[in-house]
């Protein structure tokens, strides 16, 4: 009896010390978010039950929690959570998430889950957690309308935090959480193996002597362990960042620090900036940590490298993260953010089909995203790939979910692209959903009152829709007195020949003729994207309006961008070209969009949902002008007169030939291809330039064996450009394979004239485009006028 009684006692006494633990993790990461004594990270910390619904038959309830790390959201059946647990040393918690893995939480039953398997009266009680990439939606129903608003509330709250923390406090957010894991028996001290296990977790690895000879330099007291201020100390040497110091000590001419004059002289020599002593001061202001300093107009060590992770000193230039190009071109002047299939998750045989897929374009800036329209069941036109075994989806779903995401991420049209296999009585439906949800935001008539003679611009069409499609007349007909009796209803489907449905039938079908009955309704809705056959630049110049497109398969697209450059910059000066992926592509594979918009077209429309180097270079294409999805084409590729060709490039206003010297310096933070804990990186740099034929090019550093932490390259590359203005520069990291192809760990694409000059920070994307926390290269770049 007295020996159980001491064992419960210990048990007491060890889940006391346990919760004494999680309690100073918690404080030290709530310390990192600025977040102490905050009522919604208190509630998450908390917990609580909700039921998870997975169909109409699979609801059940789920316990959900915030653990110490203030980072990772676990769950699972019952309520055994303990405040020691990690991820780790936990394999009885079958279910966990990071909150940099959200892409959204959104409220009520708006997911195609919550919709389908639910009824309306929990409406106020559901809410969503939307995941990027392909990580399928946390469906969820709350115990009433206060919790759920709890819920999201606080998770939004978090992320908002989390996504705004600056570099530095990303670093120690990482690193806390690092050092918490390495911590195998949790007594708040390190030992030798254990800052070992550390270094390996944060992607270094190192020899036995090295880790020896870190471990005595950080152990003071001589105890064979590191605590406290000797751990703080081990963690100075880490993020010691010898190259940011050598250039700081370049400047710091006032006793350590950087006056004013000096941080203007930084800016003006190094950086290339125009900078002022007032500027200086807003540094200062901003970004020095020590008041002392601060008050004295000084600018520390410490200070300075905070300025050298802010936006201001990132390669993209800061000024181009807003609209900063002349929005009142015609639309064809601009080349436009565009997908292709858009409905589709995956593949494009037999992939799940979603609103979802929409939702994550249009957040992307995608603002051409297309349809492909059949009959449905119950009078419901969907969407599906036809003649395959996707799924389907209801068009009035997609054309709601397309409504509500429009314009969150950029204010200028979205193109409805429509492949219309429908009936004419399901085409009337389709009809009247886009009237009845987009209202008056769908174009519906020219603008004006007369018949124009050129598109409209993304300054005009802001927050409009527009139809892509076929039409049973022309435009200019809808202006004549005798244009209400026309009652020919057919459009032969042979007019779309070079279109994708006429491939899919192609493919599918006898290649029979046959026309296809329109409504007159939804013909009418096309008024400045009218879907027609391309016979040739000839006859487009000659019988075809301005609003009337053709779409190219992008063989025959690209055959014509190398064999008739010119003809087509020339065509793509009056009207829109669409182009589109091959049938082959079944894995929803992409093609390189540059020799496309090389030769001016718009419409370059690619797979948004496979993540591939063709989609980072057309991401980066689209970083700029504010993510609007609109970027104006260069004044020679707007021109009717235009000689540009750039195959041969001849003499002109495009050539500008510049020398780009770039030196590779250093990474910092470098995540793991591999989650294994002796899976380190061997990281080496490629530096791809992108453009017309003579531009492209590629150089790479070498590898650094076993460093994702802090490798160090100062290799430097030189590349000659000669059409800067539709030039890309793509930095890309991969993990070193002597056996295999190399591995991605990260990259990040610009355009060339988006550079900023100087030593700059390169923040770093993982495969699906969103940011990698604390990871990023540090390189220094140098623009300079050819001889």
Not at 50 to 78: A, I, P
Request: charged letters at 30%; one cysteine or more.
């Amino acid at each position: 009896m007295a020996c159980l009684q001491r064992q419960t006692q210990l048990s007491r006494s060890e889940e006391m010390l346990d919760k004494a633990r999680s309690q100073k993790v918690v404080q030290k990461n709530a310390k990192i978010l600025g977040m102490e004594g905050d009522m919604d990270l208190q509630f998450l910390l908390q917990g609580g039950d909700l039921l998870k619904v997975r169909s109409s038959s699979w609801k059940k309830t789920r316990y959900f929690k915030l653990q110490e790390d203030c980072n990772t959201m676990w769950h699972e059946s019952k309520k055994t959570f303990k405040t020691n647990q990690t991820c780790e040393c936990c394999p009885s918690i079958p279910k966990a998430f990071s909150l940099a893995d959200i892409s959204a939480v959104r409220m009520g039953r708006q997911s195609e889950g919550l919709r389908k398997y639910t009824g309306e009266q929990v409406e106020g009680r559901c809410f969503s957690i939307i995941f990027k990439a392909r990580r399928k939606n946390l469906d969820l129903i709350a115990s009433s309308e206060e919790e759920a608003k709890q819920w999201v509330n606080s998770l939004q709250k978090m992320l908002s935090i989390i996504n705004n923390l600056t570099a530095q406090q990303k670093t120690e957010h990482w690193i806390v959480s690092c050092l918490r894991k390495a911590d195998k028996n949790e007594d708040d001290k390190l030992s030798q193996s254990e800052v070992k296990n550390f270094l390996r977790l944060i992607n270094i690895e190192v020899d036995d002597v090295y880790a020896e000879m870190l471990f005595k330099k950080c152990d003071k007291s001589k105890s064979g362990y590191l605590a406290g201020e000797e751990i703080r100390h081990f963690y100075d040497l880490l993020t010691h960042r010898e190259e940011i110091v050598v250039i700081f000590g370049e400047y710091a001419k006032t006793t350590g620090y950087m006056s004013p004059e000096n941080l203007v002289e930084f800016l003006m020599k190094e950086q290339r900036e125009k900078a002022t002593l007032a500027d200086a001061h807003q540094i200062i202001e901003k970004c020095e940590p020590d008041e002392n300093a601060k008050q004295k107009k000084l600018l520390s060590k410490d200070g300075f490298l905070m300025y050298m992770h802010s936006p201001d000193a990132l390669v993209l230039n800061s000024d181009h993260r807003e609209v900063y190009q002349d929005m009142s071109h015609p639309i064809n002047h601009y080349f436009i953010s565009s997908s292709h299939n858009t409905y589709l998750m995956e593949d494009q045989l037999q992939g799940p089909s979603s609103t979802e897929a929409y939702i994550r374009a249009l957040l992307k800036g995608c603002r051409c995203v297309e349809l492909d329209c059949w009959d449905g069941s119950d009078d419901e036109p969907v969407i599906y790939h036809g003649y395959t075994l996707t799924s389907t989806i209801l068009f009035k779903d997609a054309i709601q979910a397309i409504k509500e995401y429009a314009f969150k991420t950029s204010d200028y049209p979205v193109i409805l692209s429509l492949e219309n296999h429908c009936s004419v009585e399901q085409q009337e439906v389709m009809s009247h959903h886009m009237r009845s949800i987009l209202g008056s935001a769908l174009v519906t008539s020219p603008l004006g009152d007369s018949m124009p003679t050129e598109f409209p611009s993304p300054e005009e069409l802001k927050g409009k829709f527009l139809i892509k499609g076929k039409r049973l007349n022309k435009l200019e007909a809808s202006f004549a007195a005798e244009a209400e009796a026309a009652d020919d209803t057919n459009v032969t489907e042979e007019e779309e020949s070079n279109d994708e449905d006429e491939d899919k039938k192609e493919e599918n079908q006898s290649k029979q003729k046959k026309k296809l009955k329109m409504a007159k309704g939804l013909s009418d809705m096309v008024i400045y994207c009218k879907s027609v056959h391309f016979n040739g630049f000839e006859d487009a110049r000659k019988n075809l309006s301005f609003y009337e497109m053709s779409s190219f398969k992008e063989g025959k697209a690209l055959e014509l961008a190398e064999e008739s450059a010119n003809a087509y910059i020339r065509h793509n000066v009056d009207k829109l070209s669409r182009i589109y992926p091959a049938g082959i592509r079944t894995d929803s594979s992409n093609y390189n969009p540059v020799p496309l918009w090389n030769a001016g077209c718009q419409i370059v429309a690619l797979n948004f949902q496979t993540s591939c180097s063709d989609m980072d270079v057309n991401q980066g294409r689209f970083l700029v002008n504010g993510k609007s999805g609109y970027i104006l084409k260069p004044a020679y590729m707007r021109d009717r007169g235009s000689e540009f060709d750039p195959i041969t490039l001849t003499r002109g206003d495009w050539l500008k030939h510049k020398t780009l010297h770039v030196m590779v310096i250093s990474a910092q933070q470098l995540p793991k291809v591999n989650e294994k804990k002796s899976s380190i990186v061997d990281p080496l740099v490629k530096v791809q330039v992108y453009g017309v034929p003579d531009d492209v090019a590629e150089k790479e550093t070498n590898p650094i064996d076993n460093n994702g932490f802090n490798p160090t390259w100062n290799e430097n590359f030189q590349f000659d450009v000669y059409v800067p203005d539709l030039a890309l520069v793509r930095f890309a990291v991969e993990d070193y394979d002597t056996t295999s192809d190399n591995e991605f760990v990260g990259q990040f694409t610009l355009p060339f004239n988006s550079l900023k000059m100087g030593y700059r920070h390169v923040p770093l994307l993982n495969k699906n485009g969103d940011v990698v926390p604390s990871a990023g290269l540090f390189i220094h770049i140098m623009v300079l006028d050819a001889e």
